[in-house]
């Protein structure tokens, strides 16, 4: 596994998000409860952003961790979709960066390859990890763009 402190955005994000709907077949992201005001209208807030892909979620679970975070006293609502060309088209239109997401948008993109991390994202951290050792090289490559 390596980290990065470096953002995706643009093209390479685009790519980036091309490159995992090759390599896996999920991904995840986070609602954080105790960042809202307001659940109630957070939430509305939430499923109106999600209802375009809401055919592709497969469930829903309340954490109090996942893969790149653990919160204390505190849980959050993690969304796990099934990739496909909906959602997708989705991670690509809705943020324009893998550290985008947050502020009115999920956190902490999670992509998985069956039950197996492949790429995780803490956004407001601003760091994300690749695990797959021949996969870091083209993550390298985009890197190395910027």
């Not at 790519?15 to 409860?33: H, T």
């Not at 109630?40 to 109090?64: C, F, G, R």
């Not at 961790?65 to 006293?73: C, G, Q, T």
């Not at 601003?126 to 490559?141: A, H, L």
Request: proline fraction near 1%; hydrophobic fraction near 40%.
């Amino acid at each position: 596994m390596v980290e990065y402190y470096t953002d995706i955005q643009g093209e390479d994000y685009r790519l980036l998000i091309e490159l995992a709907s090759q390599k896996c077949d999920k991904f995840a992201f986070v609602i954080r409860k105790d960042m809202m005001y307001d659940e109630e209208l957070a939430m509305k807030h939430y499923n109106e952003l999600l209802k375009d892909i809401k055919s592709s979620l497969i469930e829903v679970k309340e954490q109090s961790e996942w893969v790149v975070n653990s919160l204390l006293e505190a849980t959050a609502y993690v969304y796990y979709y099934e990739f496909n060309e909906q959602t997708k088209q989705f991670l690509q239109t809705k943020s324009n960066s893998l550290f985008g997401w947050m502020n009115g948008l999920p956190e902490d993109l999670m992509f998985y390859n069956g039950d197996k991390i492949w790429l995780a994202c803490n956004s407001h951290e601003g760091y994300f990890f690749i695990n797959e050792v021949d996969e870091q090289s083209k993550v390298t490559e985009i890197l190395k763009k910027l």
